[in-house]
Each structure stands twice: as C-alpha cells, then as structure tokens.
C-alpha cells in the first residue's frame, strides 16, 4: 500500500501556480520523497525528488515541511499540457528502489 | 532513441496463450523495473534487477509470470497461459544506480487477453 496520502483531484487555470499537496507522515529521516506524473497513455515522468530542504528543478518546486511530515509539490505557471496524474512517492524496498504509485492527485489544467 | 523502449506496444492475446513482451533500457543504466498498470489505477510494482541480477521479484502475481534480463541489458516479461485479469499496460523503466535517481519510463505495453 501507498504511504502517501494525496487529494484525488484538484483544477487550476492555465498560467496560474498548481499547488499539489502529499502527506507522508510515517516518512523516516532517510527516506526521500518523490514526485512523477503520467500524461495519458504514457508512461510515468520524473519530476523531482527531496529529503528535507526545499528542491528546484525546470519542472518544478518541492516545499518540504519542517517536521517532513508533508509536502507540496509546485507548478509555476501550469500550462494544458500539464494535465496528468501526479504521484508523490515514498520509495520501498531494501535498497529504496521500489516505488509504490498510489493513486495520485489529477490536475486539471482548465483554459 | 535516447529513452526506455518497449515493443510490441499492443498485444491481443487469447486466453492461455504465453506472451513476451520486451524492454530495452537507456543504454548504461544498471537498474531495470517492471510495472503493471490495471485501468484506472497506479502502476504496481513486479520485479527488479541490477545488471542481470534478479533481485526481486516479489511483485510477480503468480509462477505464469517470468522476467529476464541475460546480458544486463534487454529485458523480456514472459507471461504463460494469460488469463484475462492479466490484462493491463506492462510499464518498463530503467535508472543509471538504485532509485536515489531518476526512473525513466517507457510507454508500455497494452496486453488484451481475449
């Protein structure tokens, strides 16, 4: 099961800043975060990955919390093309190798 | 091409019938991953290798399932006698060490058992 909990859907206009929350509450000090969405009928994207500070990337800001307990992930300027499902991932495994997906958030990018 | 590669990218298969689906990862990434993505949910995680080493493959629904990757490079996803809950987009991803780095995904293959 997913350790994350995220909202199941959310809409922004186009050109305005998406806002995507996670919780993660069960997250330890070593345990990373990560984000990856999926455009229809494609295969899951990376879009950036953080431990405690706060991460930018082309894509995207990661705004983690102090207590790491949640975090938000943040699209400057969301454009249609960023309709997707996003996933906010604590990853398993041994070697934390292993991502379990979730069902993510769909952002609705509205004209 | 520079990304994850999976052929075919449609299969229909009759029930029972054995099916391979195949992978090529970026060229030089050590780890390799595949994914089963029912409709309508998240992708689900079947088996991991580190070269050609297979080492998990906890994910694996049942023994019809057996993936491969020989040369630590190519990978095939064999699935025996498909059934029709086997239906589902088989997604193939690969990354340069663990997944402390990105996974590049590809765009998966579309099984239909019929």
């Known amino acids: 099961d997913a350790k994350t909990t995220q909202p199941t859907s959310m809409d922004c206009a186009e050109g305005r800043a998406a806002n995507l929350p996670c919780n993660h509450s069960?997250?330890?000090?070593?345990?990373?975060v990560y984000w990856y969405r999926q455009i229809h009928s494609q295969g899951p994207q990376y879009i950036i990955h953080?431990?405690?500070n706060n991460e930018t990337n082309e894509m995207a800001s990661l705004i983690i919390t102090e207590d790491r307990k949640s975090s938000t992930l943040i699209l400057p300027h969301a454009t249609l093309r960023d309709t997707a499902v996003y996933y906010c991932?604590?990853?398993?495994?041994?070697?934390?190798?292993?991502?379990?997906f979730g069902k993510g958030t769909k952002l609705s990018v509205i004209p | 091409g520079a990304g994850v590669s999976q052929s075919p990218r449609y299969k229909v298969a009759k029930r029972g019938q054995d099916v391979a689906l195949r992978c090529d990862p970026i060229?030089?990434?050590?780890?390799l991953f595949w994914y089963q993505q029912a409709l309508g949910q998240g992708p689900e995680f079947l088996t991991y290798?580190?070269?050609?080493?297979?080492?998990?493959k906890s994910g694996l629904p049942s023994d019809r399932f057996f993936a491969e990757r020989p040369e630590g490079s190519v990978s095939t996803l064999k699935i025996q006698r498909t059934q029709q809950e086997d239906s589902a987009v088989y997604l193939c991803?690969?990354?340069?060490?663990?997944?402390?780095?990105?996974?590049?995904f590809g765009q998966g293959t579309r099984l239909t058992v019929v």
């Open positions: 991803a690969s990354s340069l060490e663990t997944l402390r780095t990105e996974a590049f």
């Open positions: 069960t997250i330890s000090g070593n345990e990373y």
């Open positions: 953080g431990l405690k």
């Open positions: 991932i604590q990853p398993s495994g041994a070697g934390s190798y292993q991502l379990t």
């Open positions: 060229s030089g990434h050590v780890s």
């Open positions: 290798f580190q070269n050609e080493a297979q080492l998990d």
